[in-house]
């Protein structure tokens, strides 16, 4: 599996790009992202390449969401 590495304009415009592929993979699984993310954890879902990407996804949407509260926080 080759890496892909996409760059954005703002941290804003990673996160609505992720959430959009997120959405994706919990219409095709009916399962919401966290939910999956903690049975994935558990060894309760395949590691299939979808199940990768989805967990890196997640992983990924919850750094830049935590990077966004930080400097929301410092800016107050």
Same mark, same amino acid.
Request: hydrophobic share 35%; proline share 0%.
């Given at each position: 599996m080759q890496k892909q590495r996409i760059e954005y304009d703002s941290p804003v415009d990673a996160l609505i790009a992720i959430t959009k592929r997120l959405t994706g993979y919990e219409n095709k699984y009916n399962m919401d992202s966290e939910d999956f993310f903690h049975k994935y954890g558990k060894g309760l879902a395949?590691?299939? @390449?979808?199940?990768?990407?989805?967990?890196?996804?997640?992983?990924?949407?919850? @750094?830049?969401?935590?990077?966004?509260?930080?400097?929301?926080?410092? #800016? #107050?």
């Open positions: 395949e590691d299939t @390449a979808d199940f990768v990407n989805w967990s890196n996804d997640y992983q990924h949407y919850m @750094a830049v969401r935590n990077e966004i509260e930080r400097q929301l926080k410092n #800016a #107050a």
